[in-house]
């Protein structure tokens, strides 16, 4: 599987943006949990949002929940990262990743996923 994040871009506070992440390989794009995580300037990559593989469930983590809202488009091998009222604090490399096995107690975990796509800065200025 391999995956191209798009979307980043500089925002002010309180505006927002969507990613995008696009699937291709030999795969097939709904059998997979598809997830967001982000990594600030001298943090280490923290979950931002998932969405699993059987039933679409959705999580977040816990600074994001109400703002940022996760989706797939299965026909399209497509997930989204919706970001609404952004805070200086959300700047940061967003990148989406994809596991086909992952359990849920595992989603948060950045080691549990097997595949990654590159990357797309946010910067949300004050």
């Known amino acids: 599987v391999q995956l191209q994040a798009s979307g980043g871009g500089l925002v002010q506070a309180g505006g927002s943006l969507r990613l995008s992440c696009v699937a291709s390989?030999?795969?097939?794009?709904?059998?997979?949990?598809m997830a967001w995580f982000r990594q600030a300037p001298g943090k280490e990559r923290e979950f931002v949002a998932a969405?699993?593989?059987?039933?679409?469930?959705?999580y977040y983590t816990d600074s994001v929940k109400g703002r940022f809202i996760i989706s797939r488009d299965t026909a399209k091998n497509m997930v989204y990262l919706q970001m609404n009222r952004l805070e200086p604090e959300d700047t940061a490399v967003y990148y989406c990743?994809?596991?086909?096995?992952?359990?849920?107690?595992?989603?948060?975990?950045?080691?549990?996923?097997?595949?990654w796509g590159q990357g797309t800065l946010v910067t949300v200025s004050s």
């Open positions: 990743a994809a596991d086909r096995s992952i359990i849920l107690s595992s989603l948060r975990y950045d080691s549990q996923y097997d595949y």
């Open positions: 390989g030999r795969t097939t794009f709904r059998d997979y949990t």
């Open positions: 969405i699993f593989r059987s039933g679409g469930n959705t």
